[in-house]
């Protein structure tokens, strides 16, 4: 090779150089982001899994939370966007809110989004007097008033025998209800897109 027979040039040593430490850093970088992807997983596993009460920040572990969606995401045009301030701290059972943005997400692929190329979710937190409150909304189908009326009741889908079992909002009702000691509401329009507005306290009680 030219590097062998020292007939390299100096310019080309030096781009070479140049390429291999680009390469370097971006096996790096894939490297530190497959980690934090696994140590993602990891712990939301374990929340989802157990109804444990331990400490969180809310932005990170929203942030989370994404990071776990984003395998069921990637291969749609649908953007999903988070603002919640830094620094809330809340002593609650996380795989509760794990489950329940969840259950959201795949409410607005199942109903919301269906049919429709492209899709856009926002998920914003806030506290207010130790309350938290947690607003998802969407931009897809929305639902007409005989369905919100009914949205939290158990085994009613408007997709049966299309992948709707029709437990999702239930289970997610009796989550924000009885493990975060909360409340949830729905509002939404045909066309309008939906928006659910989660309310719990900051440190939650053990549940009944």
Avoid: W
């Avoid at 291999?20 to 374990?46: M, P, Y």
């Amino acid at each position: 090779s030219e590097l062998e027979s020292g007939s390299m040039k100096r310019s080309d040593l030096e781009a070479y150089l140049g390429v291999a430490a680009e390469t370097g850093e971006l096996i790096l970088r894939n490297l530190r982001r497959a980690d934090h992807l696994v140590k993602s997983f990891k712990q939301v596993a374990v929340d989802q899994s157990s109804e444990e009460r331990r400490s969180i920040d809310l932005a990170e572990y929203l942030d989370e939370i994404l990071t776990s969606l984003k395998p069921k995401l990637k291969k749609t045009a649908y953007r999903v966007d988070i603002d919640c301030a830094p620094g809330i701290v809340l002593n609650t059972y996380p795989g509760a809110i794990y489950q329940i943005l969840v259950n959201l997400v795949m409410n607005s692929l199942l109903h919301g989004f269906d049919g429709r190329e492209h899709g856009h979710i926002q998920i914003s937190a806030a506290i207010e007097a130790d309350v938290v409150l947690l607003q998802y909304r969407d931009d897809g189908r929305g639902m007409d008033a005989a369905t919100q009326r009914r949205v939290f009741e158990p085994f009613f889908t408007t997709k049966r025998g299309q992948g709707g079992s029709g437990l999702g909002m239930h289970i997610l009702f009796n989550l924000v209800t009885r493990l975060l000691g909360g409340s949830v509401q729905c509002e939404s329009a045909p066309d309008q897109g939906v928006c659910f507005s989660v309310r719990f306290p900051k440190d939650a009680a053990h549940p009944a």
